[in-house]
C-alpha cells in the first residue's frame, strides 16, 4: 500500500514533520544536506537545509515534482556542481518570513545609492539614461505563456548539463533560496534575504520561477519578459542592482544589456 506520505528523509525538511504532505513514489536516491556550523558560524541546524539526488536529474523530473508542489510543500531546483558541490554545506539558511521586511524597490535604491557613490564619474556613463538617479523597479511584464510551463521547458534545457536535483521545503523558489541559504551573490550583498525579495517580486512581475541554482550562479524562467526597448532598458537597470557583474562584466553598459534580454523566457545571473 502507497499514500504518497513523504519519506522520512524529507519529512525532516519541515517544522511540523512534513505533516499531510505528499510525493509520489519513484524519488531517486539522495540525502539531505546539513549547512557546515564552521562556515555558517551559529552552531549545528536543528533540521537540515535541503534534500538532494545521488545523480543528475532525469529529463522531466524538475517538472514532475514541480507538479506536486501544491502538495509536497518542496519546490525543486537543478543544483549546478561545477563550482564546488553543495555537500559541503557553505549555506546559511534563514527563515522565509524574514522576507517580508524587504522590497524590490528598497533593494534597488539602497544598493543603486551605495554603488553610484563609489563611482567616477565617467563611469556613470554604463547606467545611461538613469546616471545617478535610481529609477526604482520596473512595470510589470505581460504573460505570454503559463510561467510554470515556461519553468518546465528551461529545466529541460539546463537538465542536459548533468546536475543533480534538489528540493527544498519552500513555498515558492524565492523563498527556497532563503530556506536553503543560497550564498550565490554573498560578494555582492552579505545577507541573501533581501535579494529573495527581489525574486519575489520578480514571480509576480514578470512571471519568473527560480529553475537552477549553483555556487555563484541563479537561473529563473520567465513568462513575461519586457518585449518593447524601453521597457527592457528598466528592467536592465533592475539586474544591474541585483547583479552588477551580468553588465559590468558583460556587455559593460545597461543599453546593450536591454538588447540582450528583451522578449528572452530566461535570465540567467553570475556574480564574480
Not at 529609477?135 to 528551461?154: C, H, I, K, Q, S
Amino acid at each position: 500500500m502507497n499514500d504518497h506520505r513523504l519519506p522520512p528523509e524529507l519529512s525532516r525538511l519541515f517544522a511540523d514533520g512534513g505533516g499531510g504532505r505528499r510525493l509520489p513514489v519513484g524519488l531517486p536516491p539522495g540525502d539531505v544536506v546539513w549547512p557546515d556550523p564552521g562556515f555558517t558560524g551559529q552552531g549545528q541546524a536543528f533540521r537540515p537545509a535541503f534534500w538532494m539526488s545521488d545523480e543528475a536529474a532525469h529529463a522531466g523530473d524538475w517538472a514532475r515534482l514541480r507538479e506536486w508542489h501544491p502538495y509536497s510543500g518542496l519546490w525543486p531546483l537543478l543544483l549546478d556542481e561545477s563550482a564546488q558541490p553543495w555537500a559541503i554545506g557553505q549555506i546559511v539558511p534563514d527563515e522565509p518570513r524574514q522576507i517580508d521586511h524587504f522590497t524590490a524597490e528598497g533593494f534597488m535604491t539602497e544598493v543603486w545609492m551605495e554603488w553610484v557613490a563609489q563611482m567616477p564619474q565617467e563611469a556613470l556613463d554604463e547606467l545611461e539614461p538613469y546616471g545617478a538617479i535610481c529609477p526604482g523597479p520596473a512595470p510589470p511584464g505581460t504573460l505570454r505563456a503559463d510561467p510554470e510551463a515556461v519553468a518546465d521547458w528551461l529545466a529541460g534545457e539546463l537538465a542536459v548539463k548533468g546536475m543533480p536535483l534538489g528540493l527544498v521545503a519552500a513555498p515558492s523558489g524565492a523563498d527556497a533560496l532563503a530556506v536553503m541559504g543560497w550564498q550565490g551573490a554573498l560578494h555582492h550583498n552579505e545577507w541573501m534575504v533581501p535579494m529573495a525579495a527581489v525574486v519575489r517580486s520578480w514571480e509576480e512581475r514578470f512571471g519568473a520561477r527560480v529553475v537552477s541554482v549553483g555556487f555563484n550562479t541563479l537561473d529563473v524562467s520567465v513568462a513575461a519578459p519586457p518585449v518593447e526597448p524601453e521597457h527592457a532598458l528598466h528592467v536592465a537597470a533592475e539586474h544591474w542592482a541585483f547583479c552588477p557583474d551580468n553588465v559590468v562584466q558583460g556587455p559593460g553598459d545597461l543599453q546593450s544589456y536591454a538588447e540582450q534580454i528583451i522578449g528572452e523566457p530566461a535570465w540567467s545571473f553570475w556574480w564574480d
